[in-house]
């Protein structure tokens, strides 16, 4: 199970520490989702997602408040802070009033507290983003992942087939390195698959004959980009002989990827061919069918158009 601590949070959001004497650095976090306690703060705890994030905003604040009977509310405050698998509690808005028996309850039940100045719902928007971003079901891919023309575009191939030389052209012609060799690829969304490269190997490619090659140093900071949605897979394979390959691209072809399907082109690779300038091709009639335009198609309907114009013709 993936998991991430409260400190990577806490610096992530540069949140307030309301109550230092808590250590919550080790604290681990498992679920992509967070929770707004209104219906618990109203004794309401039945299918309470206690191991989420808890946010507390001018809505729950203010709740808190017209509760008259201090007694009460104190008790409210108690049976929430209870549940001491709650990862931390994060109060929202600059405005919004700490209540001293919520870090009293903090204390005694070990909940990191913490304080942040963002809008609830800017800081509910923002935490389950980068949440679903650290937690989200992953796999590690042989290949390259290249932004080309703003679409993210992951080159596979068997070892020593030109994929790093492909990719080292590309950069050359103006577009983006994301990942090299290893391409660490994190399921978003049920239709989004974001691409990156491990930490330690960023930037870097290696090109045989040559060696490790740093594109970000090589070329600058344009030439690279840390993380891409992968949109198009290519697939560079060894040219056979006799190959029934789909050459005006009528058929679809699709790579499954933790269950997400990404259209496919399959390149296959001879003396001459310049495979920098097919991905880019690739990618510009990826783009074209997005919004609409399938070349193959209108080629092939011009042909029956013909075929039949021609039929006519000749029964007259």
């Not at 198009?232 to 789909?246: A, C, I, Q």
């Not at 061919?273 to 990618?283: D, F, K, M, S, T």
């Not at 335009?293 to 209108?298: H, I, K, T």
Request: aromatic fraction near 6%; proline fraction near 3%.
């Amino acid at each position: 199970m993936y998991f991430v601590t409260v400190e990577e949070l806490v610096n992530h959001l540069e949140l307030e520490n309301l109550v230092p004497d808590i250590p919550y650095k080790n604290r681990k976090i498992t679920v992509c989702d967070v929770n707004r306690p209104a219906l618990q703060l109203a004794g309401f705890f039945k299918n309470f997602d206690s191991d989420r994030v808890q946010i507390i905003g001018k809505v729950e604040s203010d709740f808190l408040k017209e509760i008259e009977d201090s007694k009460e509310r104190q008790q409210r405050i108690e049976k929430f802070m209870e549940h001491k698998e709650i990862p931390c509690i994060i109060i929202c808005l600059e405005e919004v009033e700490i209540d001293l028996h919520m870090l009293c309850c903090a204390l005694q039940s070990g909940i990191p507290l913490f304080k942040s100045k963002l809008p609830t719902s800017t800081l509910l928007a923002e935490v389950n983003r980068w949440l679903q971003e650290k937690l989200a079901p992953r796999v590690t891919r042989h290949g390259i992942l290249v932004d080309v023309y703003g679409e993210g575009v992951l080159i596979m191939g068997e070892s020593g087939i030109g994929k790093s030389e492909a990719a080292l052209e590309l950069v050359r012609r103006g577009h983006r390195l994301v990942a090299d060799d290893a391409v660490e690829i994190r399921k978003m969304a049920s239709n989004k698959l974001l691409g990156m490269a491990p930490e330690i190997t960023r930037y870097f490619i290696e090109v045989r004959g040559i060696g490790i090659v740093d594109v970000k140093e090589l070329y600058g900071a344009g030439a690279v980009k840390e993380k891409k949605r992968i949109d198009l897979v290519v697939k560079l394979e060894p040219y056979v002989e006799g190959s029934d390959k789909d050459r005006l691209g009528l058929e679809e072809e699709f790579t499954n990827i933790l269950g997400v399907d990404i259209p496919t082109n399959t390149i296959l690779i001879r003396p001459g061919r310049n495979i920098a300038i097919l991905c880019e091709i690739a990618a510009v009639n990826f783009r074209e069918k997005k919004m609409g335009y399938n070349a193959a198609q209108v080629l092939a309907q011009r042909v029956e158009e013909s075929i039949m114009a021609n039929s006519g013709q000749n029964h007259l």
